[in-house]
């Protein structure tokens, strides 16, 4: 319920201070689903938030810890983190990995599949 709270809150923030007018939600799109279960009539003002760039998303589906999760799941959770937002109309086209214990290797060839526009990988 505090995320509901916080996204209720954040909508109203954007309706009454035009100047207040980005901010991510730390990556993810899961966020997005679970907002939308309990309030499903603020989709088409969430769309709208995002699409024109006040609300950054994405591009993962859950923000990862890079080392308990094998690299297929870590694929996996940024090609629905992308699947996600394009239902939303736009996602964060950056690598948002805030993680004091550093990143895998291969991180800069996964966001550089996951993250283009015209990327390969079959989802």
């Not at 209720?8 to 907002?35: A, H, M, S, V």
């Amino acid at each position: 319920m505090k995320l509901v709270h916080l996204i209720d809150n954040l909508l109203k923030f954007f309706e009454d201070d035009p100047e207040y007018k980005y901010f991510t939600l730390d990556g993810q799109t899961t966020i997005l689903d679970d907002y939308l279960q309990l309030r499903p009539e603020k989709a088409e003002l969430l769309h709208q938030h995002i699409q024109e760039g006040w609300l950054l998303i994405g591009p993962w589906f859950i923000l990862p810890d890079e080392f308990l999760v094998s690299s297929e799941a870590t694929i996996r959770n940024l090609l629905q983190g992308k699947r996600t937002a394009r239902e939303f109309g736009n996602k964060m086209n950056i690598g948002y990995l805030p993680d004091q214990f550093g990143h895998i290797g291969q991180m800069p060839q996964i966001l550089l599949g996951g993250l283009q526009s015209t990327s390969r990988c079959a989802y």
